[in-house]
């Protein structure tokens, strides 16, 4: 048998109590690498990301001007 490691999903919801627009990318700490990151920016204010890499991911967000 063949071990194979599959990616567990998770879901990042975080509270914008102002409401900002972002953008984000997902940081790779072991390979050193960025992936783009989809947001669901709600009018509760509220964001969402789904995180479903094999890796443990940071997300980087940056407020859009």
């Known amino acids: 048998d ?3 490691r599959q990616p567990h999903k998770c879901t990042v919801k ?3 109590p102002n409401g900002y627009t972002y953008s984000a990318k997902w940081f790779d700490p072991v390979g050193n ?4 990151a989809i947001l669901k920016q709600s ?3 509220s964001i969402e990301c ?3 890499f094999e890796n443990d991911m940071l997300l980087i967000l ?3 001007q």
């Open 43 to 45: 009018p509760e204010n």
């Open 2 to 4: 063949v071990y194979k």
């Open 33 to 36: 690498t960025y992936a783009k």
């Open 50 to 52: 789904v995180h479903d």
């Open 62 to 64: 940056s407020r859009e």
């Open 14 to 16: 975080l509270y914008n």
